[in-house]
Structures are given as structure tokens and as C-alpha cells.
């Protein structure tokens, strides 16, 4: 045992586990109506500190008072909280013979693969984020007649024949919504109860986490608690813990199965893990971003640039799905005006790098590229670019900064581009989570929509966003998240396994999700007929945290009565 650890925490720890390892049959077989009514209770809770959660962490990152950004902490935090608790409550009431599936559509996809529509799913999936559509595209083997077999399988042994078990979560510092999304994972998903250590970065959270969750801690299928590396190496490898879930870097992940230095070096060389125990694991990669050449206008071009900028600087570039390399179309006519774009929109986006280390990682990156670009802003790190071809370091290393990379390929034409940048992307950038696509419709159009498909079921990614960011499919709870599957932990990348889900769906392989290529009204020019205006989640959003309030509120009780007022802050934002 660590000698840094005291006794205190450690009989914290341990009554804690003992409760839970006495209530985790219990938890299994608690009923479909009481979950339900555990979800709701969840919900009113959270309403309440929904206000003060989201005033903390907006200090703690670092956003300036009165900033719209402070969104961002609504969206990535209570909003997606609340939308997951509303999916779950859905799902557990039409549980019965699982007839939620009747209202997925279904379709064969190009390569034989069963893809699920999972948005949009309701009426106001259509009108608070139209034109959004997300499918789940299975493993093969998988159909639709068997599709029930494939989902809530936890659901399919009877109550009184389920034995719980103990899960370990060792929770994200970066995004407020992860460790109680990955506790929704364990409880309800896969009948486990959980004891959540939060990292240390956000521990701020436990107060409000406490009390939102409370409902879980009650009946014992749930604990939080803080501590450091000590406390979390003590836990995953306490008796009691059966199962081990992580969203954070890879090396903690292969520390807890091999160990650390010279030791963790032979055990993974004669694959004789020292922790044994299932683990399951998001943990980040060098994500891409595909610009396809095409008929942009000037009006495309700023608006995908506050997009790239987005998938960028969002919590100021701490995120797993941050666009870490853009890969361009070499000698496009257009590629000047996107890159000033971008560092227009960057300037204007402006906070503190809030993460520990982040100025190390930030020198780091500096000192390995050879010409770096400095995009300098006001009261915030400069955004830093490179080439990723100066060095193997940034095609292999997340950098969980301000920073990014870029790639220059040969476009012959559209489709052949692509192509090469899919390879690309599978080839020489590390890890499986997300990748972009920003293609004109009518580019599509010329590709085909067939061959089109045909292309992206190459793209090895757990989440593929068409004119989206990935990180959509995050905060849309219904989508799986995780890496592409095949992951080991000898090779653990991206990691294994997936969270959120809230159908309930086994053995995906990967999440593909769209959005509108312009917004409303401009998009009606292009014949797209949807009302999505400037994302909420953009950067440049300037109403985004009265939308994220309103949102919140939204998911807490819909009303139609809602939906004006959200509109008109969308169309001002």
C-alpha cells in the first residue's frame, strides 16, 4: 500500500465498497418501474444545482465572467445528463418485449451491415436539432431479425436469476458530463453498481454530483469519492471490484494492467497483465478532420472555419475528439481564406488553457515542430499549427492542448481524395475515437451517395461525423460512444468498449452522424429545408449560454411553450 495513503480515506473506501458489494444483487434485480422512478428523482435533483454546478466549473475553466461560453458548461454538463436520464426513461418503459426497437428504422448499408436510426427519434429531436441525423451502424451478422437479440441483453436474464457486480469508474477531469454518463453505463446498461473516483482536475463537481445522484446513493447502487493516483491504484485493485472503466490517457490505462517502467515492460512482453480484471476504456486519439474540395462559397468557408475552430478550441482544445490534424486538399483555390478564417474565429475565442500541464504539452509541441504557426490571443495560450509531417511525434501523440496539425494531399478529384485520406487517417494517426468530414452536398452528389458510404465504411473510426463534429454525437446520449472495436490491451489505443447508448444497443461498430452543410436561413438558398441556425456548441455562438440554460430546462420538463424562446436566442446566436 502507498504510504501516502492515510487511514481515513482508506476506511472511507472500504465502507464504501462493502456497501456496495452488499447491495450489488439487489441493484440487478431492482425492477424496470422503480429504475424509472430512481431516473426521475435524478432528474428534479439535478434541475437544482444545475445553476450553481455550471457557475463553479465556468470559474474553475477559467471563462471569463459573462462569456457565452459559459454554454459549454451547460451543454457538456446538466444538459447531457438530463437528455441521457429522458433516454433511459424511455427505453426502460417500452422494455417489455423491448418494443422500443419497433420505432428504430432500419437499413442495409452498402457493405451488408444493419444500420439503426437513432435521430431523429422524437418530434423534438426534429425541431431542436433538424436536419441532425445519426445511425449505428452493427457488426456484421448482426439484422434486423436478430437485432432484439443484440440489445438490453442485461434485461433478458430474469430479475431473480441476476447477480450484480462491483465497477470501478475512475472518472474524466475535462468534460463535466463523462463520469456520471459512464455511472448511467454500469447501473443501467449493464446491472452493475459502481463506486466512482473523480479525478482530481474536477472533483470540484462531487457536491452537485452528490446531490443530482443521490437517489443512486441511496439505495447503494452508488458512491463517489476524490483521491489521487494513490487512491485510484488502491482501488483497482481492491477484492471487491470486479470490473474497471476509465476515460482519461492510455498510459494510465496500461499502467493499472502492466504496470509502470521496466516491470510493465515485461509484462506486456510475456502478456501476463498484473490487474486481470474486465476493463473497459475511452481514451483519445489523434483525431482527423477531412476537408473535401468543393464548390464553397465565401459564406461556406466561414462558416466551416467557426466549425474547424470548434472542433478545435472547444473547452479550449481539452477534449478527446479535439481536431488534432486537418487534412487539406493540396493547391485547393480555397484553402487560404478557410486557414484565416480559422484564425479569425480563434482569436476571438478566448480563455484560459485550464488543464494541468497544458503549457508543458504546449512547449513540447513547439519544440518538435519546425516552422510552428502562433495564432496569438488575448488572455489566452496561442493556438499553436504545424505540419503533422515534422516529426512521427504528431501522427502518434494526442496533444490535450491548443494545438493542431496539418496535412496537405494531392485531390485529383474529390472521390480520389478521399480515398487516400481515409487511408491516411487509418494509417499513420493514432487511435479510433472520432473523425470529421466537411464535404459539400454537392460534392456527395457528384461522389454518388453509394460510393460515398462505400468510402466512410472504410474509415476505422467509433464515431464518423459528416459536416458534424463528433462531439455531437457525445452530447446526443443515444449514440454510442467509444473507440472502433478491436482494441486489446496489448494494443489499447482508443480503448475498448462503449458508453451512453441509451437504447441499449450491443455489439456496434460505429456511430455515422450528419448535420445540416449551412444554417437556417442561408441553408433554404441550397434546398435544404431545415432550421437549424448556428450550433449552440460553436465557439462563436454568442447566445450559446442562454441556449444551454434553456436546453437544460427543456430536456428537465419538454413543453412546447419552451420552444419559441430557444428558437429566437438560436437564430440571435
Same mark, same amino acid.
Given at each position: 500500500?502507498?504510504?501516502?495513503?492515510?487511514?481515513?480515506?482508506?476506511?472511507?473506501?472500504?465502507?464504501?465498497?462493502?456497501?456496495?458489494?452488499?447491495?450489488?444483487?439487489?441493484?440487478?434485480?431492482?425492477?424496470?418501474?422503480?429504475?424509472?422512478?430512481?431516473?426521475?428523482?435524478?432528474?428534479?435533483?439535478?434541475?437544482?444545482?444545475?445553476?450553481?454546478?455550471?457557475?463553479?466549473?465556468?470559474?474553475?475553466?477559467?471563462?471569463?465572467?459573462g462569456s457565452p461560453l459559459s454554454g459549454e458548461e451547460w451543454t457538456s454538463g446538466p444538459y447531457a445528463v438530463m437528455s441521457a436520464c429522458n433516454g433511459l426513461m424511455h427505453?426502460?418503459?417500452?422494455?417489455?418485449?423491448?418494443?422500443f426497437l419497433k420505432h428504430l428504422p432500419t437499413r442495409t448499408l452498402t457493405t451488408g451491415q444493419t444500420a439503426?436510426?437513432?435521430?431523429?427519434?422524437?418530434?423534438?429531436?426534429?425541431?431542436?436539432?433538424?436536419?441532425?441525423?445519426?445511425?449505428?451502424?452493427?457488426?456484421?451478422?448482426?439484422?434486423p431479425a436478430n437485432l432484439p437479440q443484440h440489445t438490453a441483453v442485461a434485461y433478458d436474464i430474469p430479475p431473480s436469476d441476476r447477480q450484480g457486480k462491483v465497477a470501478l469508474i475512475l472518472g474524466a477531469g475535462n468534460i463535466a458530463s463523462i463520469a456520471p454518463l459512464d455511472v448511467f453505463q454500469k447501473l443501467f446498461l449493464e446491472n452493475q453498481v459502481v463506486i466512482l473516483k473523480m479525478n482530481p482536475v474536477n472533483d470540484y463537481l462531487t457536491e452537485f454530483l452528490t446531490i443530482a445522484l443521490k437517489p443512486l446513493i441511496d439505495v447503494d447502487a452508488l458512491r463517489i469519492v476524490k483521491g489521487d493516483g494513490a487512491a485510484g491504484a488502491?482501488?483497482?485493485?481492491?477484492?471487491?471490484?470486479?470490473?474497471?472503466?476509465?476515460?482519461? $490517457?492510455?498510459? #494510465?490505462?496500461?499502467?493499472?494492467?502492466?504496470? /509502470?517502467?521496466?516491470? %510493465? *515492460?515485461?509484462?506486456? $512482453?510475456?502478456? #501476463?497483465?498484473?490487474?486481470?480484471?474486465?476493463? /473497459?476504456?475511452?481514451? %483519445? *486519439?489523434?483525431?482527423?478532420?477531412?476537408?473535401?474540395?468543393?464548390?464553397?462559397?465565401?459564406?461556406?468557408?466561414?462558416?466551416? *472555419?467557426e466549425h474547424i475552430a470548434t472542433q478545435k478550441l472547444h473547452n479550449s482544445g481539452f477534449n478527446c475528439v479535439a481536431c488534432q490534424v486537418l487534412i487539406m486538399p493540396r493547391g485547393w483555390d480555397k484553402a487560404a481564406v478557410l486557414l484565416?478564417?480559422?484564425?479569425?474565429?480563434?482569436?476571438?475565442?478566448?480563455?484560459?488553457?485550464?488543464?494541468?500541464?497544458?503549457?508543458?504539452?504546449?512547449?513540447?509541441?513547439a519544440e518538435k515542430a519546425k516552422n510552428p504557426k502562433l495564432v496569438k490571443r488575448t488572455a489566452s495560450p496561442a493556438l499553436l499549427i504545424n505540419d503533422v509531417d515534422d516529426a512521427?511525434?504528431?501522427?502518434?501523440?494526442?496533444?490535450?492542448?491548443?494545438?493542431?496539425?496539418?496535412?496537405?494531399?494531392?485531390?485529383?478529384?474529390?472521390?480520389?481524395y478521399l480515398v487516400n485520406a481515409v487511408r491516411y487517417a487509418n494509417e499513420q494517426l493514432y487511435g479510433t475515437l472520432g473523425a470529421n468530414i466537411l464535404i459539400h452536398p454537392k460534392t456527395i452528389r457528384e461522389i454518388g451517395k453509394k460510393r460515398f458510404e462505400e468510402i466512410i465504411a472504410e474509415l476505422h473510426y467509433g464515431t464518423i461525423a459528416v459536416n458534424a463534429w463528433t462531439g455531437?454525437?457525445?452530447?446526443?446520449?443515444?449514440?454510442?460512444?467509444?473507440?472502433?472495436?478491436?482494441?486489446?490491451?496489448?494494443?489499447v489505443q482508443s480503448g475498448i468498449g462503449t458508453v451512453h447508448n441509451t437504447f441499449m444497443l450491443e455489439n456496434t461498430q460505429r456511430v455515422v452522424i450528419e448535420a445540416p452543410w449551412a444554417p437556417f436561413p442561408r441553408n433554404v438558398v441550397s434546398g435544404q429545408l431545415t432550421l437549424l441556425p448556428r450550433p449552440p456548441w460553436f465557439v462563436s455562438n454568442k447566445k450559446q449560454d442562454k441556449i444551454g440554460r434553456l436546453l437544460t430546462s427543456f430536456q428537465y420538463k419538454p413543453s412546447w411553450f419552451k420552444i419559441p424562446r430557444i428558437f429566437l436566442n438560436a437564430l440571435l446566436g
Open positions: 500500500m502507498d504510504g501516502t495513503m492515510n487511514a481515513p480515506h482508506l476506511e472511507e473506501y472500504d465502507a464504501a465498497l462493502h456497501a456496495l458489494d452488499k447491495a450489488k444483487d439487489s441493484w440487478a434485480r431492482t425492477s424496470v418501474a422503480n429504475r424509472i422512478a430512481l431516473l426521475q428523482q435524478v432528474k428534479e435533483n439535478l434541475m437544482g444545482v444545475a445553476e450553481e454546478w455550471v457557475a463553479i466549473a465556468t470559474r474553475k475553466k477559467q471563462i471569463p465572467e427505453t426502460l418503459s417500452q422494455m417489455e418485449g423491448k418494443s439503426v436510426k437513432v435521430m431523429p427519434h422524437s418530434i423534438w429531436d426534429h425541431l431542436l436539432l433538424s436536419g441532425v441525423k445519426a445511425e449505428v451502424w452493427m457488426q456484421h451478422g448482426i439484422t488502491y482501488l483497482t485493485n481492491h477484492d471487491i471490484i470486479d470490473e474497471l472503466h476509465i476515460t482519461g $490517457a492510455g498510459a #494510465t490505462h496500461d499502467a493499472i494492467v502492466w504496470g /509502470t517502467g521496466p516491470e %510493465g *515492460a515485461a509484462n506486456r $512482453a510475456a502478456n #501476463t497483465p498484473k490487474n486481470t480484471k474486465h476493463f /473497459t476504456s475511452e481514451l %483519445g *486519439a489523434v483525431c482527423p478532420t477531412i476537408v473535401v474540395p468543393g464548390p464553397w462559397s465565401a459564406a461556406d468557408l466561414q462558416f466551416q *472555419a484565416k478564417n480559422i484564425e479569425k474565429v480563434a482569436l476571438k475565442s478566448t480563455r484560459g488553457a485550464y488543464y494541468p500541464g497544458a503549457n508543458d504539452r504546449m512547449d513540447s509541441f512521427d511525434w504528431f501522427r502518434s501523440n494526442e496533444v490535450f492542448a491548443p494545438a493542431m496539425s496539418t496535412h496537405e494531399m494531392d485531390a485529383p478529384d474529390a472521390a480520389t455531437l454525437a457525445f452530447l446526443a446520449t443515444s449514440c454510442p460512444w467509444g473507440a472502433f472495436p478491436g482494441h486489446t490491451p496489448q494494443d
